[in-house]
């Protein structure tokens, strides 16, 4: 009872002290500015240790010393914080710490028939201390806090219970027949109160919870020393530490801080000055004039920072181009004129164009290719549609052949497919699959019963009889494909175009473009199109200025001006900053249709180096010039296609015109002009525009049979 009234005393004595701080309980203003009061409890975990050399005597321990115990539970305070600078603060604590422990000795002793034994004295104590403390905690870094100080408390009805049990041996009894002795509970530890100090030691931090600290949470460590024995007389001392933390609530904290937003406003004003149009787009930044101001809104702080500056600019002017065109004609003597008009002559002609009973594969496939057209029902052929051009009718050649096989309902024919002795090996599956495609085409499109088409199925080795031997991928893709053989010429006999007219002269052969007069300075680029109904004709241009430019006009740029509309000519120049300016000139063109007619037979398929007439050709040319008229002139041209040896290509080209001379010879009825020297090895043959797919290679092995005669 003495200890309490101590402790209330020392409660007393520090609220005397504090009493005087709360004159700042209710200042306000900045956090900085105000000593907090804080009000709090704290919550922790405590590890009790006891140090000791005693024995109780009014405990029966009989003669061993309790050395050591400990125990864990939990603790609790009140508080009071008070601020004394900003970096320190005083704060007074009324805490319970419980401070039990379970001491336990063991003793050997001799039992009943001169047996050693061991026995285990056990002493558990309650001790529950309530006291006060007073402790100073000091800001070193952040929220981070030293705390020092003291307390000072007593136990609150300490007891005690002990026992002493047999440890050994495992069986036995002390002399009252059990294996405990001295057993009591709850006994009245003596000379246990009165005032006890201790030391206190430990760390915090501080983290608020709140802007203004109203609410500060603390974790924290602590460390206490006690300085008196537990019971007087008896050497025995406890030590504790807890970990935890607090929650305190200030009685004072000014205001929470309204919530700050910024704003930065930038203010540009220009001074323009105008540049030549070569120097580049420009700002210059001028110097930056800051204002800020603060203004509450919505309880919301507003710092407004605007910026003012002004920029000068420089902006080039747009330049300002002159663009002209002059269009001169140059004769074949060199002479130029100014004023002329484009003489296109013309010519009907009538064509008779080959059919080559081929289909190319691409390599390894055995489906038809994309280059050939492949429709779903007949109805979407029509014949009289395809181009005037021998690859355009190749590329309707099984439409062709289909829609003659549904008319000519006894024709057959007989389907041979290859494979390349190279690269595929004379495959004859490959082969065959490929025939088969074909036939399929003709049985599924074009309906044509599957007996009047036979496969010829090869056996060992399946590449052409006459291969092409050039070791190289353009022979080798002349050797993936399927022939078609027929003993029905008709069926192979070519496709007539009706008449259309073709350009065959063209004045002047030349033309200049003149852009005198157009300006030079800032031109970047230029373009130069000649055009007649949306038909380009001439398309020219590059960098920089224009220079005056002679143009060839050819036989093929006759053909676009067939019709007789009007060339129109335009320099456009572009300058910088994408400034334009066009300038245009126009061209008359006069068409004039020849008194002669031509009529034309392609001959086609001459084997790879033979000159020999195949049955088809040779019925071709047959009917062909049977109604030619007397006084006509027939012109034979022999062609080959560009690759291999050129000698043996002319000479080949001959050998084959020649072939088709005599096969004339043999038919002519009437006295003609009958010119068979004509070869042509050094440039495609008419409708030929390239040597990239092999049925333009095979087409150009030809022979090409032109009759000039007058026009009806």
Same mark, same amino acid.
């Given at each position: ?325 002059a269009v001169r004609s140059v004769s074949s003597s060199g ?109 599924r499109t074009w309906g044509i019963s599957a007996d009047r ?135 008359? #063109?006069?068409?004039?249709?020849? =008194?002669?007619?031509?009529? *034309?037979?392609? &001959?086609?398929?001459?084997? @790879? +180096?033979? /000159? ?47 072939? #088709?001379?005599?096969?004339?010879? =043999?038919?002519?009825?009437? *006295?003609?002009? &009958?010119?068979?020297?004509? @070869? +042509?090895? /050094? ?30």
């Amino acid at each position: 009872m003495m200890g309490i009234k101590k402790c209330l005393a020392i409660l007393l004595l520090t609220s005397a002290f504090v009493v005087p701080l709360k004159s700042q309980w209710w200042l306000g203003g900045n956090l900085n500015d105000v000593m907090l009061t804080q009000l709090g409890i704290s919550a922790s975990v405590g590890l009790i240790n006891h140090g000791a050399s005693f024995t109780l005597p009014y405990a029966p321990t009989c003669c061993k010393e309790y050395t050591a115990a400990s125990s864990i539970g939990p603790s609790a305070s009140v508080f009071l914080r008070q601020e004394i600078i900003k970096p320190l603060r005083i704060q007074l604590r009324g805490s319970y710490i419980p401070q039990n422990g379970l001491f336990e000795t063991d003793e050997t002793l001799l039992l009943s028939n001169s047996v050693n034994g061991i026995s285990t004295h056990a002493l558990d104590v309650k001790l529950g201390w309530l006291g006060a403390e007073l402790l100073l905690d000091l800001n070193v870094a952040g929220g981070f806090r030293v705390i020092a100080g003291m307390n000072a408390g007593t136990f609150l009805s300490p007891t005690f219970s002990q026992k002493e049990t047999l440890k050994s041996p495992a069986t036995g009894t002390f002399e009252n027949g059990q294996r405990v002795r001295n057993e009591s509970t709850d006994i009245a530890l003596q000379d246990a109160s009165g005032l006890k100090l201790g030391i206190v030691g430990g760390v915090g931090y501080d983290i608020p919870l709140t802007k203004n600290h109203s609410v500060v949470l603390t974790p924290e460590f602590l460390y206490t020393v006690g300085l008196k024995d537990v019971v007087e007389g008896a050497n025995w001392k406890t030590t504790s530490i807890r970990a935890g933390a607090s929650i305190a609530f200030a009685l004072n904290a000014p205001e929470p801080p309204l919530p700050i937003e910024k704003k930065q406003i930038l203010i540009v004003d220009s001074v323009h000055v105008v540049a030549l149009p070569s120097e580049p787009y420009r700002r210059v930044e001028g110097f930056v004039t800051s204002v800020t101001d603060t203004n509450v809104v919505s309880d919301v702080v507003w710092i407004v920072t605007t910026d003012s500056r002004t920029d000068t600019v420089h902006s080039p002017a747009l330049p300002k181009i002159n663009a002209r065109i002059a269009v001169r004609s140059v004769s074949s003597s060199g002479a130029a004129s100014d004023v002329f008009t484009m003489n296109v002559s013309t010519q009907f002609v009538a064509e008779a164009l080959p059919i080559l009973p081929v289909i190319f594969f691409d390599p390894q496939a055995v489906s038809l290719s994309f280059r050939y057209n492949q429709i779903s029902t007949p109805s979407q052929f029509d014949a009289d549609a395809i181009p005037a051009r021998t690859t355009a009718v190749h590329r309707e050649v099984l439409n062709v052949i289909g829609q003659r096989m549904a008319e000519q309902t006894n024709s057959t024919i007989r389907l041979r497919g290859t494979a390349d002795p190279t690269t595929e090996n004379s495959d004859c599956g490959l082969a065959t699959k490929r025939a088969e495609a074909v036939k399929g085409y003709l049985v599924r499109t074009w309906g044509i019963s599957a007996d009047r088409i036979i496969v010829l199925e090869g056996s060992g080795q399946c590449a052409p009889e006459r291969p092409t031997r050039q070791p190289s991928e353009e022979g080798f893709s002349e050797n993936r494909r399927v022939d078609i053989e027929t003993d029905d010429l008709p069926l192979m006999g070519p496709v007539r175009k009706r008449r259309f007219n073709e350009a065959r002269t063209i004045d002047p052969p030349q033309l200049v473009f003149d852009p005198a007069g157009s300006s030079t300075q800032y031109v970047t680029d230029y373009k130069i199109t000649a055009t007649t109904e949306g038909t380009v004709l001439i398309s020219d241009g590059g960098k920089g200025s224009p220079l005056k430019k002679t143009y060839d006009v050819t036989i093929d740029m006759a053909e676009k001006l067939s019709l007789g509309a009007p060339v129109q000519v335009n320099l456009t120049l572009n300058a910088l900053q994408g400034v334009t300016e066009t300038a245009t000139a126009k061209i008359q #063109v006069k068409k004039d249709t020849l =008194k002669t007619e031509i009529e *034309r037979l392609t &001959l086609t398929l001459f084997n @790879v +180096a033979s /000159d020999a007439i195949t049955p088809v050709s040779e019925q071709a040319i047959k009917h062909f010039v049977e109604d030619v008229p007397a006084g006509s002139t027939v012109v034979v041209r022999g062609f080959a296609d560009m690759l291999g040896n050129a000698d043996f290509n002319k000479k080949l080209s001959a050998s084959r015109a020649q072939s #088709v001379c005599t096969a004339i010879r =043999k038919y002519l009825t009437k *006295r003609v002009d &009958l010119q068979c020297n004509e @070869v +042509a090895t /050094d440039r495609f043959p008419p409708g030929i525009d390239s040597y990239k797919t092999p049925e333009e290679r095979f087409l150009s092995r030809t022979v090409q049979i032109e009759i000039k005669k007058d026009r009806k």
